[in-house]
């Protein structure tokens, strides 16, 4: 089944304390992208990666880290968690080529909370 | 730079009512894509259609159907005969061939509520 994974579904921390949230597809697609969603605001992109070891950064990424060392994987890093980082957070990919652009597939969501 | 306005935060209908969610963009680029999601009460993002700026045929999938009009930069959504189980959060979204489709900007969201 194609499908975007993310763990933790739901994760409750407290402030600096370094978290990782990982997101794996296995559609073998060379767009990744990390959104968070908070009331209010819709999904804001944070960071996205066009394919392995290309990464940029979206419209919020301060307080966040990504790596993409395989196509599949492309884990969320927040080094020092901060309380305004509590939030609701999507992986998704697509297949973009040229002028081709997919759908883009979402994961299940991971929730988290920083206190 | 992209945007995109839902200018409905949340509608209210009665089961069997038509709804029509707006949804207004703007983009500097001749070449885009548009998106609907619909994020149930289970919080997953559920990809409802794609049409790219070329394409301005309008397009009915069961009680769903768009409405896409570059001339007033539109893409509306509209349901027929709504249900219960249309209640959800909807999303807009846009990708612009300027930025490589490396972002999809969305819309804040319009919450539909459909109620028995």
């Known amino acids: 089944e194609a499908q975007v994974t993310q763990n933790p579904r739901y994760l409750i921390t407290v402030t600096g304390k370094k978290l990782t949230v990982t997101c794996s597809q296995n559609?073998?697609?060379?767009?990744m992208s990390w959104y968070r969603q908070d009331p209010g605001l819709g999904l804001r992109q944070i960071y996205y990666?066009?394919?392995?070891?290309?990464?940029d950064k979206g419209d919020v990424p301060e307080g966040y880290k990504v790596s993409r060392k395989e196509k599949r994987n492309f884990p969320l890093i927040l080094e020092s968690p901060s309380p305004n980082q509590t939030s609701l957070y999507f992986c998704?990919?697509?297949?973009?080529?040229?002028?081709?652009?997919?759908?883009?597939?979402f994961g299940p969501g991971t929730r988290l909370t920083v206190t | 730079a992209q945007k995109v306005t839902q200018a409905q935060t949340e509608i209210s209908v009665v089961e069997k009512e038509d709804v029509t969610l707006d949804c207004v963009y703007e983009t500097r680029d001749t070449t885009y894509y548009l998106f609907w999601y619909k994020q149930p009460p289970s919080g997953e993002l559920v990809f409802l259609i794609r049409r790219n700026s070329f394409d301005e045929q309008n397009e009915i999938s069961g009680r769903y159907s768009w409405n896409f009009q570059k001339s007033t930069s539109s893409f509306n959504f509209t349901i027929t005969a709504s249900q219960v189980v249309d209640s959800a959060v909807y999303f807009c979204a846009l990708s612009e061939a300027n930025s490589g489709y490396s972002t999809l900007t969305f819309g804040k969201g319009t919450m539909l509520l459909v109620s028995p």
């Open positions: 998704a990919s697509s297949f973009n080529q040229g002028n081709y652009v997919d759908e883009q597939y």
């Open positions: 990666s066009m394919n392995v070891e290309v990464t």
């Open positions: 559609m073998n697609h060379e767009y």
